[in-house]
Every structure is written in C-alpha cells, then in structure tokens.
C-alpha cells in the first residue's frame, strides 16, 4: 500500500479526472463520433501525463531535495531511478496509443510528449514555464479533436486557446508553492477568459446554459482566489487545487451546446477530482 501511495502521488493522479473532461471537450468539439476510438485516446493522455508528472519529480530531484523534501524522492520512498524508468514507459505507452489513432493524431502525441519533457526539464529557470503547461493542456484539446468526425476545428482551437490561458494562469501561481516571492494579481487576470470566450460564442438556445457555467465557473474562482489574495498567509496549495478542478468546468463551458447527457458526465469528473485530492495531493 505504502509503494502504491508512492506511485499515485507522484503520477497525481487527483488531476486525470481534469484531463478525461479535456479529451472529453475535445472530442465533442471535433464532431465527436468514432466511439471505438475513445479508449485509445484516454489511454494515450492518461500515459503521457502520468509519465510527464513521473518525469517532473525526476527533473525537480534536487529542488524538492531543498524545497520539498516531503516529496516520494528526496523522502527515500522510491529511487530516482526507477521514476525515471516509468517517466519514460509512461511517456512510450502514451506516445503508441496516439499513433495507433492515426498519423494526424499520433503526430499531435508526439508533439505533446516533446513539449512535457520540455516543460519538465526547464521549468525551474523560466519565467515564462507556465506557457508550456497551458500549451500541453492545448495540445490534448487537439488530439481529441482530431478523432472526432469533423477533425481539429476552429471552435477546438479556440477553446483550448482559452483554456491554455487559464492553465497557464493557475501555473503561474502555483510556482509561488515552494519558492518565496510577491503572487501579484496579473496571473489571475488569464482565469477568465474561459468565460469571456464563452459568452462570445454562445448564442440564442445556448446563451441560458453558457451565462449558468460561467457564474458557476466565476464563483469557484473567486472563492479559491480568496485562499491566496486576502489572507496574510497564502495556501497557494489549497488555491491550486481547486482551480486545477475547475478545469472541469472550463471544459464543460466549452461545450456548452451539448447534450444534457453529458452535463451528468462533467459532474461526476469534477467530484471526483474533489474526491481525488482528499487522498493524493493534487501539487
């Protein structure tokens, strides 16, 4: 139990109920359609992001070793060896599930897993690291767009824009986690625009159902800014968490238009991603 413990943490995976919505929201932007095909496309991103979570604690070794010594490596839990071994299985399996979706698919993977050992080998000494998460979570809204029946569309992009940007926005509050230094306001100016693009979008039938996730949307936000923004002592951790689950909802305002049955589905994601963090930290 002690080594599974050890295994979900360092894969966190109170954060994979966040990406089945985004390869949810994907798919359904891209015409959903090709039902046989989901299995392989939620086993690819669940690889690649696991191995890309195994892969930062191997990068962050000797980081964690001075910031966060609670961390399964530098606690004695789990050799850096053997973290690396997974990271790169992880990143394999992952890659093999895309290509076996076809060439436009498997080549969006590829990118995908590029761009996470890219993330994860540099995002201590740039600034601008948070970009690089927001582009990954991009690049999984392609990738299931691409197994729809209408492929990557403009609405795909769009959406995974506006979720990169709020990815992107959580990332650059979440580095001031472990590391001192002022939070700043700016970051959380890229949370909204979910909802802006959103209210853009949605028209007639689909306004009343667009303006309802946005406030819900809004409302999750504000109340997990507050952990950070007003107290004198921040819980940038409790902060993070709870904006890493409302991606859930980012997703879900995304495809806004729908059917009711899935509402049912990005409700349970979203439980369960609360769920989740009570048991594996989601940081």
């Known amino acids: 139990m002690s080594l599974l413990r050890t295994l979900l943490v360092l894969g966190r ?23 046989e095909q989901l299995p392989f496309l939620f086993a690819g991103a669940s690889f690649l992001y696991a191995g890309g979570m195994f892969l930062n604690d191997a990068f962050d070794a000797e980081f964690d070793q001075r910031h966060r010594p609670e961390r399964p490596i530098p606690a004695g839990l789990i ?6 071994q997974w990271g790169l299985i992880g990143l394999g399996l992952g890659g093999a599930c895309l290509i ?11 990118a995908l897993a590029f ?13 601008w690291a948070p970009v690089l998460m927001g582009l990954c979570r991009l690049l999984v809204y392609l990738i299931a767009a691409s197994v729809g029946v209408q492929g990557v569309t403009g609405w795909s992009v769009w959406c995974g824009l506006a979720l990169a940007s709020y990815v992107a926005g959580l990332s650059y509050l979440a580095r001031r986690e472990s590391t001192p230094g002022p939070l700043g306001y ?48 921040p819980n940038v951790g409790r902060t993070v968490s709870r904006l890493l689950a409302a991606i859930v909802l980012v997703d879900w305002l995304a495809v806004a238009d729908a059917p009711r049955q899935l509402d049912f589905v990005f409700i349970a994601l979203f439980l369960a991603a609360l769920l989740l963090q009570r048991i594996v930290p989601a940081t």
């Not at 994979?16 to 959903?32: M, V």
């Not at 076996?100 to 590829?110: F, P």
């Open 13 to 35: 995976v109170s954060n994979l109920p966040t990406l089945w919505s985004n390869c949810l929201a994907g798919w359904w932007l891209g015409g959903a359609g090709h039902p």
């Open 79 to 84: 050799s850096l060896t053997i973290v690396w």
């Open 100 to 110: 076996c979706l076809g060439r436009v698919t498997g080549g969006l993977g590829v």
């Open 186 to 233: 700016m970051p959380a100016l890229l949370l909204p625009v979910p909802i802006g693009l959103a209210l853009i979008m949605n028209a007639a039938g689909y306004r009343q159902a667009a303006l309802l996730l946005s406030a819900a949307l809004a409302l999750w936000v504000v109340r997990a800014l507050r952990q950070t923004l007003r107290f004198a002592e």
């Open 115 to 127: 761009c996470i050992l890219l993330y994860d080998s540099i995002h201590k000494r740039i600034a």
